[in-house]
């Protein structure tokens, strides 16, 4: 009779003070083997002994499910693992367990559940650990230059990267999002910048290393067409926007007070769009007099005078109002209500 013998690979880790997705056990008739350098868990023995009955009971040419997938009761924490098909000697594919260090385990616990990997067998990543690295970037950071080369693909593990054409703002991408892969897709020059709204972790991969996850997971690459679909479109709907704009560009180069009053001394009509380090500010004109403000959860007077403290950021300026926006009353005298927010950033500044 053929020795009974099945690998189960842990797939989620729940504060488990152990064990991290990727380890792998072996459960024979009379041994429950844990990961190489790794304490026996006797919750978990227990669990296994009782699994193993069940498993024995079942048909011997019953085909195992690799999705199959079983809970530890939990102490502190709880792990939940899967069965591995019968012709898996292990966790990788050569038969010999991949030792990760502390580091490369608290990683891979992270970057198993974004949605890039979610679909890569975890015995997969743990594999290829070694080409992963872990990148901070602090807050105004340049990730990606557009017009230089990028090699590297980056996955969000926490914090906020924005995305730019120029003036123009494309998007806000957070944890669990990844960066680089228009550049790794159809060439190594970026077509936008990326750069970093706080401090952010991020994993980097390098291009030639991804190559091999896309090859093992065909979802992988579905996920990628998906995603390069969908920002190629939001970036062209990014762009057509500031195409029908009058007017745009960075703070840097015109103070929120100076761009207010260019606006009201042209009695302009319309919506000034202002982006401040990922948070959106809006300001509608109606003939150079301001009808309403809001920022964040300000609004009107009080968002006016937020705004007017701001030093970095890009706008844009886009005629035309919505029918009931032109009835709206003015929310103040304008040369009143920037003497007062001038007033108050000074104010703010002298006691810094």
Same mark, same amino acid.
Do not use: W
């Given at each position: 009779m053929k020795p009974f013998i099945a690998h189960f690979?842990?797939? /989620?880790?729940?504060?488990?003070?152990?064990?991290?997705?990727?380890?792998?056990?072996?459960?024979?008739?009379?041994? #429950?083997?844990?990961?190489?350098?790794?304490?026996?868990?006797?919750?978990?023995?227990?669990?296994?002994?009782?699994?193993?009955f069940v498993l024995l009971g079942e048909p011997a040419d019953q085909s195992p499910d690799q999705e199959r997938r079983f809970s530890c009761s939990g102490c502190t924490g709880l792990i939940k693992f899967r069965l591995l098909p019968a012709e898996t000697d292990g966790c990788s594919e050569s038969g010999a367990e991949v030792i990760l260090n502390v580091e490369q385990q608290a990683l891979l616990g992270q970057i198993v559940e974004c949605p890039l990997f979610r679909t890569v067998p975890p015995r997969h990543l743990r594999d290829m650990m070694e080409y992963f690295r872990e990148e901070r970037c602090r807050q105004g950071k340049i990730l990606i230059r557009k017009g230089e080369p990028n090699l590297d693909l980056f996955?969000?593990?926490?914090?906020?990267?924005?995305?730019?054409?120029?003036? #123009?703002?494309?998007?806000?991408?957070?944890?669990?999002?990844?960066?680089?892969?228009?550049?790794?897709?159809?060439?190594? #020059?970026?077509?936008?910048? #990326?750069?970093a709204l706080e401090e952010t972790v991020l994993v980097a991969i390098g291009g030639e290393y991804f190559n091999k996850i896309i090859e093992q997971s065909p979802s992988v690459q579905l996920f990628m067409a998906q995603l390069l679909a969908e920002r190629l479109a939001r970036a062209n709907s990014a762009?057509?926007?500031?195409?029908?704009?009058?007017?745009?560009?960075?703070?840097?180069?015109?103070?929120?007070?100076?761009?207010?009053?260019?606006?009201?001394?042209?009695?302009?009509?319309?919506?000034?769009?202002?982006?401040?380090?990922?948070? /959106?500010?809006?300001?509608?004109?109606? /003939?150079?007099?301001?009808?309403?403000?809001?920022?964040?959860?300000?609004?009107?007077?009080?968002?006016?005078?937020?705004?007017?403290?701001?030093?970095?950021?890009?706008?844009?300026?886009?005629?035309?109002?919505?029918?009931?926006?032109?009835?709206?009353?003015?929310?103040?005298?304008?040369?009143?209500?920037?003497?007062?927010?001038?007033?108050?950033?000074?104010?703010?500044?002298?006691?810094?």
């Open positions: 690979e842990v797939v /989620e880790d729940n504060n488990c003070p152990l064990y991290r997705v990727g380890d792998c056990f072996r459960l024979t008739q009379r041994s #429950v083997s844990p990961p190489e350098n790794k304490e026996v868990c006797l919750i978990l023995v227990r669990e296994m002994t009782e699994l193993l996955v969000i593990l926490s914090g906020r990267l924005s995305v730019d054409d120029g003036p #123009v703002h494309i998007t806000t991408l957070g944890p669990g999002e990844i960066c680089g892969e228009m550049s790794y897709l159809v060439g190594n #020059v970026a077509g936008a910048t #990326v750069s762009r057509a926007h500031s195409f029908e704009s009058c007017m745009q560009g960075r703070l840097k180069e015109m103070a929120p007070a100076e761009l207010f009053q260019i606006l009201h001394m042209h009695q302009k009509t319309g919506v000034l769009t202002l982006h401040f380090s990922g948070r /959106e500010a809006e300001v509608a004109f109606r /003939e150079g007099c301001i009808i309403n403000a809001r920022y964040g959860d300000l609004e009107n007077q009080q968002a006016i005078y937020a705004m007017l403290a701001e030093r970095e950021g890009v706008y844009i300026f886009r005629t035309g109002l919505a029918p009931h926006q032109m009835k709206a009353a003015e929310i103040g005298d304008f040369m009143a209500l920037l003497m007062e927010g001038v007033k108050r950033v000074d104010e703010s500044r002298e006691l810094q």
